[in-house]
């Protein structure tokens, strides 16, 4: 897992399923890997997320996390409020990804 001391840019919703790596009895709040992408057509952003009610995150359900993006910069003019995005764990799609909010 990353360091939690950072700045979060973005709140979404996060729907994503239990990772073919994972336990079958894991929780999004038990999985040591928080640092996941974000694909916009060929294109690929790494993010880390911090889940905002670990205890009610379910897999294939919706739950709220803060995002924090490596290239927040680029990140901004490309990414668009309320669409949805499609989310990887390494080469594996997991999910998907709804930017709800901007954190200032």
């Known amino acids: 897992m990353l360091s939690d001391n950072r700045k979060y840019n973005f709140v979404g919703e ?3 399923h239990r990772s073919r790596v994972l336990d ?3 929780q999004p709040k038990d999985d040591k890997v928080n640092w996941l992408f974000l694909k916009i057509g060929e294109q690929q952003f790494s993010f880390v997320y911090k889940i905002l009610n670990p205890s009610e995150a379910k897999y294939d359900k919706s739950f709220k996390a803060d ?8 990140v901004k003019n ?3 409020l309320n669409q949805t995005y499609e989310v990887l764990r ?3 799609s997991i999910g998907i990804v709804k930017l709800i909010n901007v954190l200032e």
């Open 24 to 26: 079958i009895q894991c």
């Open 90 to 92: 390494g080469p594996e």
């Open 67 to 74: 995002l924090a993006f490596t290239m927040i910069e680029t």
């Open 78 to 80: 490309i990414f668009k």
């Open 14 to 16: 996060l729907t994503i």
